[in-house]
């Protein structure tokens, strides 16, 4: 079963939402729109730098703003206007999707998207830019990004009907007029929105510039409107944060696309020197930004490179460090090395499975960009390129780590966290892993179903006892990450890390992908903390099969792959059912199997437990049997164990030399 927002929220969607604060209604008449132009003009000119090259015109008509502003309309539409901008079209008309064409289509009609996850929303037909239909704030967040007018300009670029440049024109004026940046518009001007629609609205002047709708007083709201976001921006500095990027990336865009502002090149320098230092502040030596959620590590390096590009294709690539492009490769890597084996995401913390393959276009331009025969495998489904050559990787600071048993869609892989804090988008979920195995994500982590508005909701999944990992009192941990082993080999990968999540207790998770086939995870409760242990599990939506007798539960899927988590007895031990739920996509959630292996620690001694994690495509689940000596201790830094499987008996373990 999935669960969407309740009846209301459509009942409300279709009679055009809620109103928040701060809409403008009415019309003004001819003459009062001729005076605010006049005052708009007049603003514009006097934030322009008129000595700029090829300004010359409008310099000698400054006294006339009219006149004035509308040579400044036609440089931009001449071969004066040289800046490029990596997103141009000039050359081709472009193309547009069938939902591209739908959302513009739409949008012609005030029905908007805010946030993609919930329906689109007809605005009123004097627009109101506060309209929030549904309990969350992301909506009408989204709704101030304006990702439909992109969608309007590539339809316009396209198919070249004037209705989308005359709507887009209309609308532009519409915000501007209704959003000025105060205490009553704060929904439209969170630094993040901000520097979002910098960033977009420079690819719409481009789209857009020779449109017969683009006239002087659309011009002067546009680029009056684009001063007022880089000033802002200017006082807006979220270092730590991928809202920095954006803020940085908003105001590099605008500094760029108009040096004749004034203040332009005092932007464009804060801008690259924010990126300049937070690519050192923000991605980890590894490669992973430092939120450790892989759909926004996607997303900064988008906004990390942006604003490079520009500069690149612009001339002044220089004036960001030489290594700067070197960590964007590197940041490049992490979706190669922890993604899961058809493309989708661990969806550790804030993050969102996506869908299968959804990289490979990514990975076709990193290919290209930084000449990586690797990424280009990966972009073609093994065509052409070279294979990566590891099945094992370690993103230390990161504390994240994966063991794959090849590079095909069906191949078996275990993705493992345990580091640092990331921030918000970040849970305490240290020692937590996602399985996938023949095209199936076993043990998907549950993600995060919500941001804002539902807030019980959003707790809900970031609880430690709602991930693959141990709690102590079915309490939240705190993040105290170590790695103290990571062994990759030919037919053994050994990862040991531990995590002091609780006063006077660690838990050391040992986890052994044995001949690329299975895992023997060892998890280790050690220091004077007394209390309930509880080892969590999940698995993927669907039937379960548990076997308390024998401390062992199943996936019961009729076709394809299941997995087994079986436990090694111990005195004391109980096999619990737990409320499981995951979410693979905004807003929707769906139960799934949950379980929990409970033990009391009454003293000082630790708690072991081993447990066998098991993928199997056949009718019959492997046996794969563990004994474990009874005089090792929880926390002793030598651990030796025998194994019978399918294969025979082995010896496997470790030692901690540093212990």
């Not at 008509?61 to 539409?77: C, K």
């Not at 109101?128 to 007018?149: C, K, Y």
């Not at 070249?160 to 519409?174: I, R």
């Not at 019961?556 to 087994?564: L, Y």
Request: hydrophobic share 35%; proline share 6%; with cysteine.
């Amino acid at each position: 079963m999935r669960y969407r927002h309740s009846i209301i929220a459509i009942i409300m969607i279709a009679f055009g939402g809620i109103a928040l604060a701060g809409s403008v209604s009415g019309k003004s008449s001819a003459a009062e729109a001729g005076k605010v132009d006049a005052e708009e003009y007049a603003k514009l000119l006097s934030r322009i730098d008129t000595d700029y090259p090829g300004l010359e015109r409008v310099k000698a008509m400054i006294d006339d703003p009219s006149a004035a502003v509308e040579n400044l309309l036609q440089y931009f539409r001449s071969a004066k206007y040289t800046v490029k901008h990596p997103d141009d079209t000039d050359a081709k008309p472009g193309s547009a999707s069938r939902k591209d064409i739908e959302i513009a289509d739409n949008a012609l009609k005030h029905i908007f998207i805010g946030q993609s996850s919930y329906p689109p929303v007809f605005c009123g037909d004097d627009i109101n830019w506060a309209t929030s239909p549904v309990p969350d704030n992301e909506w009408v967040w989204q709704l101030n990004r304006m990702g439909f007018w992109s969608a309007m300009g590539r339809v316009y670029r396209a198919a070249g009907d004037e209705k989308y440049a005359k709507a887009w024109a209309e609308q532009l004026k519409d915000w501007v007029r209704k959003n000025p940046n105060d205490a009553e518009h704060k929904y439209a001007w969170r630094s993040i929105e901000a520097g979002i629609r910098g960033y977009r609205w420079t690819g719409l002047f481009r789209q857009f510039i020779d449109s017969p709708s683009f006239t002087p007083d659309v011009l002067a709201a546009f680029l009056n409107s684009c001063f007022d976001h880089a000033s802002y921006l200017m006082t807006k500095y979220s270092t730590r944060s991928n809202w920095g990027l954006m803020e940085a990336e908003g105001m590099a865009f605008i500094a760029v696309m108009f040096p004749m502002f004034k203040d332009a090149e005092k932007w464009k320098t804060e801008a690259i020197d924010r990126l300049s230092r937070e690519i050192d502040i923000q991605v980890y030596p590894d490669g992973h930004q430092r939120e450790l959620t892989l759909s926004y590590h996607i997303g900064c390096i988008d906004w990390f490179w942006n604003t490079y590009k520009l500069a690149k294709i612009n001339g002044f690539a220089d004036k960001f460090p030489a290594s700067y492009p070197e960590k964007i490769e590197k940041m490049c890597e992490v979706p190669m090395k922890i993604a899961l084996p058809d493309g989708t995401h661990p969806q550790f913390g804030d993050d969102w499975a996506g869908t299968p393959g959804q990289h490979e276009n990514l990975f076709r331009a990193w290919a290209e960009l930084f000449r990586r025969p690797d990424f280009l495998y990966l972009a073609t489904e093994g065509k052409s390129g070279e294979c990566p050559d590891k099945t094992a990787f370690a993103l230390p600071e990161s504390g994240i780590y994966s063991m794959r048993s090849g590079w095909n869609k069906d191949a078996t892989c275990l993705v493992l966290k345990c580091g640092p804090d990331g921030g918000w988008h970040c849970q305490p979920d240290n020692g937590t892993f996602v399985l996938y195995a023949g095209g199936r994500n076993l043990m998907p982590d549950g993600g995060s179903y919500i941001y804002s508005g539902d807030p019980e909701n959003r707790n809900w999944f970031r609880q430690t006892k709602t991930h693959q990992t141990l709690t102590l009192d079915n309490r939240n941990s705190r993040y105290a990450p170590q790695l103290l082993l990571w062994s990759p080999g030919e037919t053994l990968d050994i990862l040991v890390v531990e995590n002091a999540g609780y006063d006077n207790l660690t838990h050391r998770r040992a986890v052994f992908f044995v001949d690329k086939k299975y895992f023997v995870i060892v998890d280790e409760a050690f220091g004077p903390a007394v209390g309930e242990i509880g080892l969590h599990f999940q698995l993927a939506p669907g039937k379960a099969v548990f076997d308390k007798k024998n401390y062992a539960v199943r996936s019961a899927f009729d076709q394809g792959p299941n997995v087994s988590v079986r436990a090694m007895s111990r005195k004391g031990m109980r096999l619990e059912e737990e409320e499981g739920r995951v979410s693979f996509e905004y807003t929707i959630k769906e139960p799934r199997p949950a379980f929990c292996f409970r033990t009391d620690k009454n003293t000082a001694e630790g708690i072991r437990f081993v447990t066998t994690v098991v993928p199997y495509a056949s009718d019959k689940i492997p046996e794969v049997d563990v004994k474990f000596p009874e005089t090792a201790k929880p926390g002793s830094p030598v651990v030796k164990f025998i194994v019978n499987d399918d294969s025979g008996k082995k010896e496997i373990g470790y030692t901690l030399n540093d212990k």
